[in-house]
């Protein structure tokens, strides 16, 4: 599995894409800006984008969704709990002094246990609550396993609780139960700077103690 992380936009939301090396199939997590980039990388490394998916429906994090849709076809999937979130995503830059556009079509729902494919690989979507009511992370298992923890979990903090949905005794729930119960030398891509490991935030999140 090839993955390449960068931020995007202007609050700089960590966007990843994920390539099948042998398919050059690919998913794209929280493409939250910066279109004209994403497009390009899709067509200079000849991928073919099998789906658009999202941690949770704040606007940094999918600003770009309703271009790469319409230029790709690729599929636009969220989690359900989320859809008040995405439809709203205009009045959510109201309220940061930002004027956005809305976040186009949904295709489809992301739901816990359920895989999003690309060639031979599937991300396993993880639902963990809090941050948002439909938040989710995806974790590719194997050798090197990763986890794209979107603003659920970073490294020494987690995410905020004081949003629309918002619930700090859920977050805290979802990352004992479902993250911190993953291998310690799980790859944690986070939502927003630096990543971090499984092992590091059982050990130095003072959120986690």
């Known amino acids: 599995m090839l993955l390449a992380t960068f931020p995007v936009g202007l609050l700089e939301c960590n966007c990843s894409v994920l390539v099948d090396p042998g398919t ?3 998913v794209i997590v929280d493409p939250g800006g910066d279109a004209d980039r994403l497009l390009d990388l899709v067509r200079v ?22 271009r790469l849709r319409q230029e790709t ?9 989320d ?11 109201a309220m940061f002094g930002m004027r956005v556009d809305p976040a186009g079509e949904l295709d489809g729902d992301l ?23 439909g938040s989710v992370c995806f974790h590719l298992g194997g050798e090197r396993p990763v986890l794209l923890a979107g603003d659920t979990l970073f490294q020494g903090s ?30 944690v891509v986070t939502g927003h700077g630096p990543e971090t490991t499984i092992a590091r935030e059982r050990r130095y999140n003072p959120f986690l103690s």
């Open 73 to 81: 076809g690729a599929p636009t999937l969220l989690h359900p709990d």
């Open 111 to 133: 739901a816990d246990g359920r895989g999003v494919s690309f060639g031979s690989l599937s991300l396993d979507v993880l639902h963990t609550p809090g941050h948002t009511p």
């Open 83 to 93: 859809r008040f979130l995405w439809d709203n995503v205009p009045m959510q830059g």
């Open 45 to 66: 490394e000849g991928l073919t984008l099998k789906a658009l998916v999202h941690t949770h429906a704040h606007l940094d994090h999918v600003m770009a969704s309703a």
């Open 24 to 26: 050059r199939e690919a």
């Open 158 to 187: 987690i995410g905020r609780t004081d949003l629309w949905g918002g619930d700090f005794q859920a977050i805290l729930r979802s990352i004992h139960t479902r993250l911190l119960t993953l291998p310690g030398e799980t790859r």
